[in-house]
Every structure is written in structure tokens, then in C-alpha cells.
């Protein structure tokens, strides 16, 4: 079993600050790319921003330069720090991570259940 567990969403006004975080528990052996996506309502489920194992990382064009990903390792954490949020940043937020349960375990996809961020004044 894997879980992943998403927390720090809510409401802020705009031009505010969030930060989530997304643990992974369970039987984990690895963790390759961890990432951040969202899907607001009527709209496709769309990536946030994503960071590899190694630290790499990718973001969409919509919040490049308002958005950090970060990961750490020991606590089987990612971290999404969003600032400057604006009205069209309102969506739920997932989190998804590749994980390898066993040293032959390629990896699959794992999501967390989503959390809210209204960003409204």
C-alpha cells in the first residue's frame, strides 16, 4: 500500500502566498519524479510543475517565476510554494509521484486525493 497525502490548501486572497505539501507513506522503495498538477472546474486536469529524483524540475508556463517545487528526500515530501496567487490559480491540487515498491519495481503512478486552493477576494 501507498498513500499520498496532500495538505495546506485553503483560501487566500490575491497576490498571497500557499504552500502544500504532499507525503508519501506506505511500502516505498523509491521515489522518482514527484509533481504538482490541478484541474479547476470544467477544465482538464493540467501539470503544475514536476522535480525528479535528482532535483530537476519543470513548470508550466502559468506559474513560472510564482511557483517552487521542491522535494525532500528523507521525509518523502513534496512541496509546491505558490506565490503571487492569482484568481485563475483556484483549482484542486494533486499530487502525484512515481514510487517503486521493490528494487525490480519500475515504478508506477500514484495520486493523492486533492486539496483546495480558492484564491478570491
Known amino acids: 500500500q501507498v498513500q499520498l497525502v496532500e495538505s495546506g490548501g485553503g483560501l487566500v486572497q490575491p497576490g498571497g502566498s500557499l504552500r502544500l505539501s504532499c507525503a508519501a507513506s506506505?511500502?516505498?522503495?523509491?521515489?522518482?519524479?514527484m509533481g504538482w498538477y490541478r484541474q479547476a472546474p470544467g477544465n482538464e486536469r493540467e501539470l503544475v510543475a514536476v522535480i525528479t529524483s535528482g532535483g530537476s524540475t519543470n513548470y508550466a508556463d502559468s506559474v513560472k517565476g510564482r511557483c517552487t517545487i521542491s522535494r525532500d528526500n528523507a521525509k518523502n515530501t513534496v512541496y509546491l510554494q505558490m506565490n503571487t496567487l492569482k484568481p485563475d490559480d483556484t483549482a484542486v491540487y494533486v499530487c502525484?509521484?512515481?514510487?517503486?515498491?521493490?528494487?525490480?519495481?519500475?515504478?508506477?503512478?500514484?495520486w493523492g486525493q486533492g486539496t483546495q486552493v480558492t484564491v478570491s477576494s
Open positions: 506506505g511500502s516505498i522503495f523509491s521515489i522518482n519524479t
Open positions: 502525484k509521484a512515481v514510487i517503486s515498491r521493490a528494487i525490480w519495481d519500475y515504478g508506477h503512478e500514484y
